[in-house]
T-cell receptor
């Protein structure tokens, strides 16, 4: 499974868009990109996933570059409740994948 | 409500003692996972199971054991061989179809501390 790289920390102002990058330069054609977030002392929560097309749901948008080597999670109007650690992982389509998480990006939303 | 339940929320281990963390899901998921999280760190995979009666070691399996006798249950035993067991333990499950295999549902975690 492809290794992902994320910046350790970011911040943004409340009400502005938060753009969280993820590098996955070794991703294969059979690997999805998944995003999760973890609020302190809770289990991570699924946000969104995609293969090659951009995706949007009620929580966020996911932009995947055409070469699939990187992606960006967009929180369009960040609130204080979006302060969390965000994880980007690459997951093989087939079963048996280990689903390994890295250290993620700690996002701080400023009032 | 469907979900994944971990118990207990807090657990204390004495020196040389084995302790078992419970994880139960009623989501009818085939796959289940155990992760360890140390303060300020990411999640590290201990064990995972894709099907009943089968499981594989993750990245940090030493000092831990699991069983998968029922689809709904995936208990983790922290043995006395695990010399630094203090951590937050998270259990997760997922479906097995290709488009949702990475969509994990997590429990609320167990904080294990050594007395």
């Amino acid at each position: 499974d492809a290794k992902t790289t994320q910046p350790p920390s970011m911040d943004c102002a409340e009400g502005r868009a938060a753009n969280l990058p993820c590098n996955h330069s070794t991703i294969s054609g059979n690997e999805y990109v998944y995003w999760y977030r973890q609020i302190h002392s809770q289990g991570p929560q699924y946000i969104i996933h995609g293969l090659k097309n951009n995706e949007t749901n009620e929580m966020a948008s996911l932009i995947i570059t055409e070469d699939r080597k990187s992606s960006t999670l967009i929180l369009p109007h960040a609130t204080l409740r979006d302060t969390a650690v965000y994880y980007c992982i690459a997951v093989l389509k087939s079963s048996g994948d280990k689903l390994t998480f890295g250290t993620g990006t700690r996002l701080a939303v400023r009032p | 409500d469907g979900g994944i339940t971990q118990s207990p929320k807090y657990l204390f281990r004495k020196e040389g003692q084995n302790v078992t963390l419970s994880c139960e899901q009623n989501l009818n998921h085939d796959a289940m996972y155990w992760y360890r999280q140390d303060p300020g760190q990411g999640l590290r995979l201990i064990y995972y199971s894709q099907i009943v009666n089968d499981f594989q070691k993750g990245d940090i399996a030493e000092g831990y054991s699991v069983s998968r006798e029922k689809k709904e249950s995936f208990p983790l035993t922290v043995t006395s061989a695990q010399k630094n067991p203090t951590a937050f333990y998270l259990c997760a499950s997922s479906g097995s179809s290709f488009d949702v295999i990475g969509k994990l549902f997590f429990g609320s975690g167990t904080q294990l501390s050594v007395l």
